[in-house]
Structure formats: C-alpha cells, structure tokens
C-alpha cells in the first residue's frame, strides 16, 4: 500500500509565494517521474512541471521562471516551489508519481495525490 500526502496549499495574494509539498510512504521500491498537476475549475486537469529520477525538468510554459519542481529521493518528497503567484495559478494541484513496490515488479504503476488547494486572490 503506498499513500501521498501533500501540504502547503492556501490563500496567497497575487505576487506571493506557496511550497508545495508531497510525501510518499508504504511499499515504495524506486520511483522513475514525479509530476505536479493542476486542475482549475471548468478546466481540464494540466500537468504543470516534472522531475525524472535523473532530476530532468520540463514546465508547462505558463509557469517557466516562477515555479521550482525539487525531489528528495532519500525521503520520497516531491516539491513545488511556487513564485510570482498570478490569479489563474488558482486551482486544485496533485502530485503524481511513478513508483515499483519492490524488485520484483517489472511495471510503474502511478499514485495520485489527495489534492492541495491553491487560491491567489487579493
């Protein structure tokens, strides 16, 4: 049984900063690519920057030069550091991540945050 759980979601006025984290734990063997989604209501659910286990990045554009995506493979932690927060970074963010349960596994199977909510509003 493997369970995430994120924290560091809140209100924060446009221009402000939030970290983001997610912690993993139970039956977790390695994980291959960590990921942060974002689902604002109406809209579809977006992923918004990820991390593979070589700490290779990638952003969705609208974010590139405020958000930081960090991994700290000793404590199976995921981070976002959020910065210059505009209005429509509103929404609800999930963390993904791509794990093997133990050796034997051949496949990575994906686990799913509970979801942090993160409102910019004045």
């Known amino acids: 049984q493997v369970q995430l759980v994120e924290s560091g979601g809140g209100l924060v006025q446009p221009g402000g900063s939030l970290r983001l984290s997610c912690a993993g734990s139970?039956?977790?063997?390695?994980?291959?690519?960590m990921g942060w989604y974002r689902q604002a209501p109406g809209k579809e659910r977006e992923l918004v920057a990820s991390?593979?286990?070589?700490?290779?990045?990638n952003y969705v554009d609208s974010v590139k030069g405020r958000f930081t995506i960090s991994r700290d493979n000793a404590k199976n932690t995921l981070y976002l550091q959020m910065n210059s927060l505009k209005p429509e970074d509103t929404a609800v963010y999930y963390c993904n991540i791509a794990l093997r349960s133990g050796a034997w596994q051949r496949r990575w199977d994906d686990y799913w945050g509970q979801g942090t909510r993160v409102t910019v509003s004045s």
């Open positions: 139970g039956s977790i063997f390695s994980i291959n690519v």
């Open positions: 991390i593979t286990s070589g700490g290779g990045t």
